[in-house]
């Protein structure tokens, strides 16, 4: 059985840091396609970075530069460093595991707010 656990959302001040996890069972970090994904009210779920098993990224044009996604094989657990936060990352943001099929994680709220 896969299960995906987010941690690390909250609330950060325009211009600050948070790390997000990924802790993932049923389904290697290593060996399939990791991706982080958020959703802001009202809007549609959208693609922030993935890393394929071979190690290749990619990123959303609005958070390259900012974001980094990376995995931690022996913690089979992917993170996202997220720096020079800005409002409109406000969401929630989800874990996804691409094997035979998509897995979710629950999700973990990021509000970027004075």
């Known amino acids: 059985q896969v299960q995906l656990v987010e941690s690390g959302g909250g609330l950060v001040q325009p211009g600050g840091s948070l790390r997000l996890s990924c802790a993932a069972s049923?389904?290697?970090?290593?060996?399939?396609?990791m991706g982080w994904y958020r959703q802001a009210p009202g809007k549609q779920r959208e693609l922030v970075a993935d890393?394929?098993?071979?190690?290749?990224?990619n990123y959303a044009h609005s958070v390259k530069g900012r974001f980094t996604i990376s995995r931690d094989n022996a913690k089979n657990t992917v993170y996202l460093q997220m720096n020079s936060l800005k409002p409109e990352d406000t969401a929630v943001y989800y874990c996804?595991?691409?094997?035979?099929?998509?897995?979710w994680g629950q999700g973990t709220q990021v509000t970027v707010s004075s």
């Open positions: 996804k595991a691409s094997r035979t099929g998509n897995y």
């Open positions: 049923g389904v290697s970090v290593s060996l399939n396609a």
């Open positions: 890393i394929t098993s071979g190690g290749s990224t």
